[in-house]
């Protein structure tokens, strides 16, 4: 045979006996079962062992966040979403809640607005609302504030804050 004809043939038959091995190969690997992922949300680390055991799947290691819907030591989310096929033998990963993320809010009455904010930026408190009423304390001072000091909370602070008396503004 022609020299030819003889590379372009080997290299052929080469490539066909190639992809035939790689398909063959894959079909080995992939006999293995594949099973359901489990909703662990809400469930406890020892409940979600349990439930990942009884699926030949494991628990692969917890982060934790806080959460104010879902208590201490319950999962928050999953990296991979329930009612996903995986193979058996993978693991899951988790993070499990530190429950609500609960702050002492510091006392910011008779402050500056402005004072304020950098006290509450402090702890991390962004405040959610300022109302500004007319009061015979001097304007863009602090009167009251909710949640008051030392309650918890943060999430949703909210100051009234003087205008100043009434008749200032008539002036």
Do not use: C
């Not at 899951?92 to 993320?101: A, F, N, Q």
């Not at 408190?125 to 015979?136: C, E, F, G, L, M």
């Amino acid at each position: 045979m022609n020299r030819f004809v003889k590379v372009p043939l080997y290299i052929g038959i080469l490539f066909i006996v190639g992809m035939v091995a790689g398909h063959l190969t894959f079909k080995i690997l992939s006999l293995s079962n594949t099973v359901e992922v489990p909703n662990l949300k809400g469930k406890s680390v020892a409940e979600a062992v349990n439930v990942l055991q009884a699926k030949d799947l494991h628990l692969l290691g917890a982060a934790e966040d806080y959460d104010s819907d879902i208590p201490a030591g319950y999962i928050v989310r999953q990296d991979i979403p329930a009612a996903s096929d995986v193979k058996e033998g993978r693991g899951i990963k988790v993070v499990v809640s530190k429950g609500p993320k609960v702050q002492y809010v510091p006392d910011v009455v008779g402050m500056k607005l402005d004072e304020a904010e950098t006290v509450l930026a402090e702890r991390s408190i962004r405040i959610a609302k300022v109302i500004n009423v007319h009061s015979d304390v001097d304007k863009n001072i602090i009167i009251a504030q909710r949640p008051e000091s030392d309650e918890k909370g943060g999430e949703n602070f909210r100051v009234i804050v003087s205008l100043g008396s009434f008749e200032e503004e008539k002036k």
